[in-house]
């Protein structure tokens, strides 16, 4: 649907969720479901919180995170400031030629993050990845409704 429509409906339970572009579907989800049904992989969802500026993942946070692989960036280091970090074991790769899916288990959460090196990560070794603000979307953990951008 993404390549071949002008206009998408994404619908659950018989209701409409949001109508829209394919571009506007998958930069400005209204919710989770959306979120992660459009685009491939899907968008990783973790717990959170939100402290002014800083969004940091936690296990009881009220926010729930989400970050498309493809800005879940392993090995690349970006401004500290405004960074969102996450540490995790290697449970599987996916070469993909000119970047690799990498599938991490965190503290929190299981999460696919993308690298770019030549350099695979090996199944079992520790390693972190980042986003850079801007790339994470902030959802009610309640209601499931997209909360903004961080």
């Known amino acids: ?16 969720l949001q109508v829209g572009t394919p571009t506007e579907l998958y930069e400005t989800p209204v919710d989770i479901f ?3 049904f459009i685009g491939s992989p899907s968008m990783n969802l973790l717990r959170g919180t939100r402290a002014g500026d800083s ?4 296990a009881t946070g009220g926010l729930l995170i989400g970050v498309r692989p ?3 960036l392993v090995g690349e280091s ?5 960074t ?3 540490e995790g074991t290697v449970t599987a790769v996916e070469p993909l030629g000119p970047e690799t899916l ?7 959460s299981s999460v696919i993050a993308t690298a770019r090196s ?3 990560p090996a199944v079992g070794s520790r390693l972190q990845c980042q986003a850079e603000r801007g790339s994470l979307y902030l959802f009610d953990a309640k209601t499931e409704k997209l909360l903004g951008r961080a």
Do not use: E, N, W, Y
């Open 34 to 36: 959306t979120a992660r």
């Open 102 to 108: 990498v599938h991490l288990d965190t503290d929190t």
């Open 1 to 16: 649907a993404m390549t071949m429509a002008d206009r998408i409906v994404v619908m659950k339970d018989g209701h409409i």
């Open 70 to 72: 493809h800005d879940l």
């Open 78 to 82: 970006g401004s500290a400031q405004g």
């Open 55 to 58: 969004v940091a993942p936690s």
């Open 84 to 86: 969102f970090i996450l």
């Open 118 to 120: 030549k350099t695979i």
